[in-house]
């Protein structure tokens, strides 16, 4: 027995909501626009960014620790706190040593997002366009498999680019898939 796209309950909503993977999609290029056209400065920000999430969560962690019960898990919590915030402070103070640890960090986040982009368009394939998210997760895989390549030679504005180059990759991927379902449900 042959089922049909819309006979899967992902597949149909992932369908009805074409038009907000579109505006994704156009987010995803601007930012990847701009990263591109300022990759010093998106490097700089996106490295800023995590030295202040660590912080932030160092001492949320910390004053945490101190409501949990148990010598373990209030060591653990305190132990992830002070790790949090040391690591914070070095990408604040140090923010080329950061930049340089972000891009090998980095650089595992987008294998791991090449592989959700492969099961996602796996999962779409029998909808139209299901191939520009496979093209996605290739070249998700292929910027972390670069970084990985130059690490940790990778200059300040190479993280910029690759981020950019990223986004860019993604947007068009959720602008296509997004363009083509929304092609499918008119027809």
Wanted: hydrophobic share 65%; with cysteine; net charge positive.
């Amino acid at each position: 027995m042959s089922t049909s796209f819309l006979d899967h309950p992902f597949q149909a909503q992932v369908r009805k909501e074409a038009g907000h993977l579109m505006w994704l999609g156009l987010a995803f290029l601007v930012i990847g626009i701009a990263a591109l056209v300022f990759p010093m400065i998106s490097t700089l920000a996106a490295t800023l960014l995590v030295g202040w999430i660590l912080i932030f969560s160092g001492v949320a962690s910390l004053f945490g620790a101190f409501s949990i019960r148990g010598a373990g898990p209030f060591f653990g919590a305190l132990l992830f706190g002070l790790l949090a915030l040391a690591a914070g402070v070095f990408i604040l103070a140090r923010p080329l040593g950061g930049a340089l640890a972000i891009t090998l960090c980095l650089a595992i986040l987008f294998m791991i997002q090449g592989a959700f982009e492969a099961v996602l368009a796996f999962e779409l394939r029998p909808a139209r366009g299901w191939f520009w998210m496979l093209i996605s997760a290739v070249a998700s895989v292929i910027v972390a498999l670069v970084i990985i390549a130059g690490w940790p030679g990778v200059s300040l504005i190479a993280l910029g680019i690759i981020i950019g180059v990223n986004f860019i990759s993604s947007g068009l991927a959720y602008l296509l898939l997004g363009g083509a379902l929304r092609g499918d449900a008119s027809a």
